[in-house]
């Protein structure tokens, strides 16, 4: 019996310059899609998008940061691969979003519009850049309960994100990850600071909720096609408001509760279309041994990866 397939979307952390350029090249459909999202980008804010993010001063390794920018690129480059599957006949039959991908996710399940989600998502970047200060992320390789047990972590950030049981992520003030970061050397726990401005899934973005959530109201979501899987939500939960998409990237990730509640139900076919293949990562160390769950990346720093 065939598995049921999983778009996955990721958010924040996955991004890089160029990603997506060998597809926006060579593929069609997969350029339309970023061209219109182009269009939609200069319209609102009269910059380019994809002079930034295909600038050829800028390699695959450097710094890409600004919110501005790196929120809409990564809906971008995450819808036009959709687009591309949903082409070639790869058809979901769930779509779960991390953090800023779940505007991704509710597009494919029919949610919102294309439009929609893409304005949302530039808004959202532009009032976060207004309203909210500067902060820091960082991922870090260890059983999660070392937050609670480690004064200065607990004390100092907020908990972002448990993605498998040896890996979560922190919030909080540049200032203050420079010291849980100096701790961690000291007692050789691996840990890699993400490339963002923002504290993600913490209180230092709360200054953008209010704007945020009155720009959400004008919203009308409507009844998903395929049913949509939220990484700070219970399966099963109740029904969509406006307010998921501020809880996105304001609540804490539960990818690996999720993960965990999914395999229970079924196994599935894992489809990772972010731009680092990151949660194909994260599910690969969430699976039991015994689960016979597959796991596919479609895009890489590396590559892209056709799936049959």
Known sequence: MKQPIIFMFSGQGSHYYQMGRELYNQEPVFKRK????????????????????????????DPFSQTLFTHPSIFMVEYALACLLLEQ???????????????????????????????AVIVQAQMLETYCPPGAMMAIIHPHNLYQDLRLIREQSERAAINFPSHFVISGKTDHLK???????????????????????????????????????????????????????????????????????????RFHDIIEALEIENHYTYLDLGP?????????????????????????????????
């Open 34 to 61: 970023l061209q219109a999202a182009e269009a939609i980008f200069r319209d609102i804010t009269g910059l380019s998008i994809l002079d930034n993010l295909y600038n050829d001063r800028f390699k695959k390794s």
């Open 89 to 119: 006949g790869v058809i979901p039959d769930y779509v779960l979003g991390a953090s800023v991908g779940e505007f991704c996710a509710a597009v494919i399940a029919g949610i919102l519009t294309f439009e929609e989600a893409f304005q």
């Open 179 to 253: 010291q849980i970061e100096s701790l961690l050397d000291e007692q050789d726990i691996i840990f890699h600071n993400l490339a963002v401005v923002h504290g993600f899934h913490s209180a230092l973005i709360d200054d953008a909720a209010q704007p945020f959530l009155q720009f959400l109201e004008r919203l009308s979501l409507k009844t998903p096609h395929t049913p949509f899987i939220s990484c700070v939500r219970d399966i099963p939960f109740t029904p969509l408001h406006s307010g998921q998409f501020w809880d996105a990237i304001r609540k804490p990730i």
């Open 276 to 308: 680092s293949g990151t949660l194909a990562t994260f599910v690969k160390y969430n699976l039991k041994k015994s689960s016979s769950s597959r796991i596919h990346t479609t895009l890489t720093s590396s590559s892209y990866s056709h799936y049959t």
